[in-house]
């Protein structure tokens, strides 16, 4: 049996029950961790969202390491009604919590200048097209 720590990646196919909600190819999604496998079944299953899509917002980014541009494929495009029947649209990014804080590691500081940058990119794309742009980590996804 696998550690609940090897769990998280975990990757696969998902099938939508709810194919018409679905932006995209409805057959080629592909979660890369059970956070994205959980958060596709919320996605697709919850009555609140009116569509969704995987990878298919594609946003420009200037790279500060390698200073090019390069394409940030953003994990998910929701458009979703809230409490107060409000619709809004959201870029979404599912990252472990240790990959959005300053490393410790100096190994690490490429991967996190990497994602600044993307991030940094996506918050502008989304404040210039109504939308907003959010990270989820396993604190938001489960509390922990």
């Known amino acids: 049996m696998k550690k609940k720590s090897e769990l998280r990646y975990i990757q696969g196919k998902f099938v939508p029950k709810n194919v018409n909600k ?49 394409r940030y494929f953003v994990d998910i495009y929701a458009k979703i009604r809230d409490k107060d029947g409000v619709i809004r649209k959201y870029l979404v990014e599912v990252k472990p919590y240790k990959e959005t804080i300053r490393p410790k590691d100096v190994r690490m500081v490429p991967k996190y200048i990497t994602n600044m940058s993307k991030w940094k990119a996506a918050e502008e794309f989304a404040k210039k097209n109504g939308m907003r742009f959010i990270l989820l980590t396993e604190k938001e996804l489960y509390g922990k």
């Open 22 to 70: 679905y932006k995209g190819n409805p057959n080629q999604i592909f979660f890369r961790s059970l956070w994205e496998y959980h958060l596709f079944r919320w996605l697709d299953g919850s009555s609140d969202v009116e569509e969704w899509g995987s990878e298919t917002v594609v946003i420009p980014y200037f790279n500060l390491l390698d200073k090019k541009i390069h």
